[in-house]
């Protein structure tokens, strides 16, 4: 199983990037893919979940972030617009088996880190002010 994250970089406050999840090793279909980040010295933090037919934001970054599937790629995006130096932060993609992860993160408006099967190792972003 192999989840590689990509996408990051630095930008300006205000700007756009858009992180990509590449997935392989197992079933795509059969998996939820969330999207968490942790900034120096605070919790990792679930912001999205994605499967077939529903997807989750966070408070945090609802109305500016959307995540998309190409299940054709086994690709997992996540488009972060208006971006703010809080932001800032490694992002991670995760597969949760089954979708259960996300679907009580729409119930809890919390994505939980522990809840999630597989992880990728982080694409950094930086806001800049």
């Known amino acids: 199983v192999q989840l590689v994250e990509s996408g990051g970089g630095l930008v300006q406050a205000g700007g756009s990037l858009r992180l990509a999840c590449a997935a392989s090793?197992?079933?795509?279909?059969?998996?939820?893919i969330g999207w968490f980040r942790q900034a120096p010295g605070k919790e990792r933090e679930g912001v999205s979940c994605s499967s077939d037919d529903n997807s989750y934001y966070s408070d945090s970054v609802k109305g500016r972030f959307t995540v998309s599937r190409d299940a054709a790629k086994r690709t997992v995006y996540l488009e972060m617009n208006n971006l703010k130096p809080d932001d800032t932060a490694v992002y991670y993609c995760?597969?949760?088996?089954?979708?259960?992860?996300?679907?009580?993160?729409?119930?809890?408006?919390?994505?939980?880190?522990?809840?999630?099967?597989?992880w990728g190792e982080g694409t950094l972003v930086t806001v800049s002010s």
């Open positions: 090793g197992f079933t795509f279909d059969d998996y939820a």
């Open positions: 995760a597969a949760d088996r089954g979708g259960s992860a996300c679907t009580l993160a729409r119930i809890t408006a919390t994505l939980r880190p522990g809840a999630m099967d597989y």
